[in-house]
């Protein structure tokens, strides 16, 4: 494990090395009249927030990570190369060792006779009936486990959520929900009964859209979707199953990560080719602020405890933390290529590194990072 323990506050325009090296050295509508971009985020003269990370190697392909409050620990996806994927892996982790309790590979995909597994990439824990949702990408495909001990319980057939990608669990209504970029639908599921629902079609201005991450807002029904190829931001009454909003995300180029702030009603999307967070209100769509974080601000993650937000920069290989004013409290080199962050109920925020190559020893890690106020 290597570790870095960081104590004075951060100034703005500095690059912070987190966890040895972050290494040492991933109702209505709003209008289709175009939206002028948001003001650029508040500068805090002097950030508030310390920062302390740690990290650990883990497997080969690392996508993303959830926490389990129920079993208390983590649950992360990894997958190796392009088709035929054969090394892909399903790790329970402790989060007090940062050590990796059991893995699983997942089955062969039925029908190919090349070796290709039901590789994992996205992921969520279902602590209502003590499981964990997958999503098999490469064959269109969600898979159930159990969080005990991993075993599966249900693998879906292939094709029935083309390019799954993001998978979300509403504890509330039984629903697995997942979107997919290759269709404009998030694909329901019944978490009770296992089985395949209606879908829900997102309707947007003009082309359509590509529905990558999901946020939730459990508390006023409301689930989140942001697509890739149009800049808007989908809002679904999770009560009824139908969207009800759609915000332009002015200003938003190549948005894939999405997170909210239900004490607030504010959005946050993180989009790669313009590297920003653009943070909207989520009761009208207006867009508040822009933060510039990183190249390939690929990912977003909201801490509700210490009201501060997580951005995964990939090109950029940083994390960058904002509170949620926007003002940037901290921001660090990752190593590699930042892919996923979930934060757990303490407030503190797993990241997943990726390599950028097979000889890259600061990728394939596991990130711990905590908050203090100053």
Known sequence: MTSTTLRRPLARA????????????????????PVPPPPPAPIAAVPTWTIDAHSVALVPGVYQVAYSQRAQRLYVASAVGRPPVRESRLLKIDPATMRIEAAITPPLQAGRQDGQVQAIYGIAVDDAHGQVWTTNTRSGS????RQSDLALVKQFPDEVTPHSRDVLIDAAHDRAYVSSPASNVIHVFDTATLQAVPGITLSGA???????SLALDA?????????????????????TG???????????VGASGIA????????????QKSGDVIVLDARDGRALW?????????????????????????????????DDMGV????????????????????????????????????DRLLRIEAHAK
């Open 14 to 33: 500095v690059q912070i090395l987190l966890a040895g090296a972050f290494l040492g050295l991933a109702a209505g509508c709003a209008t289709t009249e």
């Open 142 to 145: 969600v898979a159930v486990y």
């Open 219 to 239: 508390a006023r029904q409301r689930l989140y979707a942001v697509s890739l190829n149009t800049a808007e931001v989908f809002a679904i009454d999770t009560a």
């Open 242 to 252: 139908r969207q009800v909003a759609r915000y332009a995300v002015p200003g938003a």
């Open 328 to 363: 940037i409290q901290a921001q660090g080199a990752s190593g590699s290529a930042p892919n996923h962050i979930a934060v757990d109920p303490q407030g503190t925020a797993w990241t997943l590194i990726k390599t950028k190559g097979r000889d890259d020893p600061n990728g």
């Open 206 to 212: 003009g082309e359509m859209p590509k529905p990558m």
């Open 290 to 322: 822009r933060v510039a974080t990183g190249d390939g601000a690929l990912n977003v993650a909201f801490d509700p405890l210490h009201r501060l937000a997580y951005v995964a920069n990939r090109g950029a290989g940083t994390i960058t933390v904002l």
């Open 260 to 271: 909210v702030d239900s004490q607030a009603q504010r959005i946050y999307v993180a989009s």
